[in-house]
């Protein structure tokens, strides 16, 4: 309301001094919504190219041998088993499992790197006093891999990453046992992973 | 701002025709990270994916499509042989023009018939991998015999979420035909520092 006073008073007003000059129109063509839009295509196709890059990681699986006599013998001392439980645990232990499971600990996705590199140094020390050559001082050091039924796909190819990371030369997935299973429930239920 | 526009159009113009859109994909993965620097290339292969309600799907790719699309045909000549599916000529051409499929062999027909932009639509049950009936192995021995002298991949392609026993069913699958190397499809990720693989030499970071 109060605009279309001014205007009629305004109009009424100017009419007085005479003709209007005609106004010079600017060539130039405002940009700014096309630059705009521009950026935007940029931001989303720079996105686009670099998730559709994935990677291949290599897996060689042993073959499932028949015969005891060609199963690999490992050593006690070198010997580091991973368990993978569910809601993302995972629980490791050292050589043999003892009868009592006493050696059965638990970690984290985060602190199983500290425990790999600790064995591995400690195998390769113990390779070192048995007088390995230099380049296969790690040679005892293997890593055994157990995955349980409720772990999932990416607890299984984290921890594959890790030997890769690792440069852990020796390691196999292999099923879990079933005593194994029972020492990750009862930790499981003592922590109250769900 | 005229010079930096005009950069701005071209970097544009650069992501637009590098840009190499994905087909759309039958299931939604999110793969897992790895350190693998190894990138994924067009190869003859066999490629098994699965989803997290362990959902697996089959899908065989040649790297030359125009001189070895008859292999995708051998392919499906094959199962239809082994299991005494039935399939018409329609039907097996339908999967060469297609080769992905995620149902047990009692689907696979009823599959083959519907048209290729409507199987994508399909709610399909994933191929079952269980250990008394892992149809996914003849699946994969066939892909073995109609790719009989080409280097096959066997790639797999799994979601962050699926559980542990459908990888293993997979893994079981491809033992069953005396293949033991895989390619797991993954996103890369950075090497930590100050780990072995960061410190080694360059010249062996592939391995």
Not at chain 1, 48 to 54: G, L, Q
Not at chain 2, 146 to 154: D, E, K, N, R
């Amino acid at each position: 309301m109060a605009d279309i006073d001014v205007a009629g008073g305004d109009s009424g007003h100017k009419k007085g001094p005479g003709v209007k000059k005609a106004k010079k129109l600017s060539t130039r063509v405002d940009m700014t919504p096309m630059v705009d839009l521009g950026f935007l295509l940029i931001t989303f196709f720079i996105f686009t190219t670099t998730m559709s890059t994935p990677s291949m990681m290599k897996l060689y699986m042993p073959k499932d041998e028949k015969d005891p006599k060609d199963l690999t013998e490992v050593k006690e001392s070198g010997a580091l088993t991973i368990m993978l439980g569910k809601g993302n645990g995972i629980y490791y232990y050292e050589g043999q499992i003892k009868p009592d499971g006493s050696n059965f600990q638990s970690s984290t996705y985060h602190d199983i790197r500290d425990v790999i590199i600790k064995k591995k140094q400690d195998v390769m020390k113990l390779g070192r006093s048995l007088g390995y050559p230099k380049d296969t001082l790690d040679k005892d050091f293997v890593v055994v891999i157990k995955p349980n039924k409720e772990s999932t796909y990416k607890n299984a190819v984290d921890i594959l990453d890790e030997m890769t990371i690792n440069q852990v030369h020796r390691f196999a997935l292999v099923d879990i046992t079933d005593d194994e299973n029972m020492l990750i429930k009862a930790t499981e239920q003592r922590n109250g992973v769900k | 701002m005229t010079p930096f526009v005009d950069v701005a159009f071209l970097i544009l113009s650069f992501f637009m025709l590098a840009t190499k859109f994905k087909p759309p994909e039958p299931l939604t993965i999110t793969t897992p990270y790895s350190v693998s620097s190894d990138k994924l290339k067009e190869q003859d292969a066999v490629r098994v994916e699965f989803d997290s309600a362990g959902h697996i799907y089959f899908t065989a790719t040649v790297k030359n499509e125009t001189q070895d699309n008859g292999l995708k045909l051998e392919l499906i000549k094959q199962v239809n042989a082994n299991r005494n599916l039935g399939l018409t000529n329609a039907e097996m051409v339908s999967f060469q023009n297609y080769p992905t499929v995620g149902s047990p062999f009692n689907q696979i027909k009823s599959l083959l018939d519907l048209p290729r932009e409507q199987r994508d639509k399909v709610k399909q049950p994933g191929i079952p991998v269980d250990s008394t009936n892992n149809e996914l192995a003849t699946w994969i021995g066939a892909a073995k015999v109609a790719f009989q002298g080409h280097q096959v991949f066997y790639m797999i392609k799994g979601d962050n979420n699926a559980s542990y026993p459908t990888f293993k069913g997979v893994i079981e699958a491809l033992k069953k035909n005396d293949e033991y190397k895989y390619k797991l499809i993954t996103d890369p990720k950075a090497v930590p520092p100050g780990t072995d693989l960061y410190n080694k030499p360059q010249a062996g970071k592939s391995d």
